[in-house]
């Protein structure tokens, strides 16, 4: 994940109605060995967070498969992910941190902290009450929210760089197939600001990451199997005694 990162950048121009937008198509490319004169990374990741502080939205690769983000703070933007997926508007989004002490800021934690460092970073969706701080025009039908630390170091780098959290769901249209390719969602990308080509995500199972509910005291209960099932509940029941909650839904 830390590897040195070579940076190549492809400049695109697509038309929407009256305005023309710029998509910068970005590409992370992992240099073979011993090769010098490479970057950091840090070009795409300046580029990156321009775009979403100007309330763009953005396709990044996870640990899990293609995300579309914005900042979850920004009410427009979120609106703006919605209108680009298709999105049906009482289906929550997913926020995004770069460090576990950040969840803390944005909701309500009821489970010990090194269960958090034991699933995070990693392929799971954690959903906790939120907090006061967040955006009340992010899922405002529930007092839930689910805060994922990817295992993927640009991302996380991108969150911390942002100093606020993430809105992020799949790069797809809604209720089509998740994307483990930037090409995949080709369709997307003159609706996108830029888009951060890391390559084929390496499981491509396409399953997502597993979601997990423990809003309740010594309770979980999973919302989505996701690809991370099997060792996220024995990790909540074996290690910190957890029991199946199926009686409270998001």
Known sequence: ????????????????????????????LTPAPHQGGHTDGAEILRCTVKALKEGHVVAV????????ACLAQNSGAVKRIYGIKGRNGHKPLAICVGEIHDIYKYCKVKVKEELLGDLLPGPVTLVF??????????????SLVGVR????????????????????????????????DVHEFQELWPKLAVVVDGGPIGDQNRLGSTVVDLSVLGKYRVIRPGCAQSSTVDVLERKYGLSEDSENDL
């Open 149 to 180: 630390i990817p295992d993927h170091a640009f991302i996380r780098r991108l969150c911390q760089m942002c100093g606020e959290p993430l809105a992020l769901t799949s790069a797809n249209i809604s209720s089509h197939t998740s994307t483990v």
């Open 61 to 68: 690769p996870t640990d899990t498969i293609y995300g579309l």
């Open 129 to 142: 009450e939120r907090s006061e701080v967040l955006n009340t025009d992010l899922n405002p039908f529930t």
């Open 1 to 28: 994940m830390n590897s040195v990162i070579k940076v190549a950048a492809e400049m695109m121009k697509r038309s929407s109605s009256s305005t023309e937008l710029h998509t910068k198509v970005l590409r992370l």
